[in-house]
């Protein structure tokens, strides 16, 4: 489902690199999307919302990948 690649995006992509911690990520992503802290469950997003989720977490990651500060197999695990 939509939701579940939601979720690994934002896992894969933002907290397993270290950019930020699963908290931080929710904080960041509730100010993106506008969401109240009540509405922060990615299994309840719309499918809207879910890819608003994963648009976000790849535009956040795109400066680190160009500049190398990932490592090759980080961008290929984000890859898959």
């Known amino acids: 489902a ?5 979720s ?3 896992k894969r992509q933002v907290v397993q690199t ?3 911690t699963k908290y ?5 992503l509730q100010n993106r999307l506008c969401l109240r ?4 469950h990615i299994g309840m997003f719309s499918e809207y919302r879910c890819e608003e989720t994963i648009r976000e977490c ?3 990651m795109e400066p680190y990948t160009k500049t ?3 490592s090759p197999r980080e961008k290929k ?3 898959a």
């Open 68 to 70: 190398n500060r990932i």
């Open 37 to 40: 802290e009540k509405d922060m």
């Open 58 to 60: 790849n535009a956040l």
């Open 18 to 20: 270290g950019i930020m």
């Open 77 to 79: 695990t984000m890859a």
């Open 24 to 28: 931080g990520v929710y904080i960041w």
């Open 2 to 6: 939509l939701s579940s690649a939601a």
């Open 8 to 10: 690994d995006v934002y």
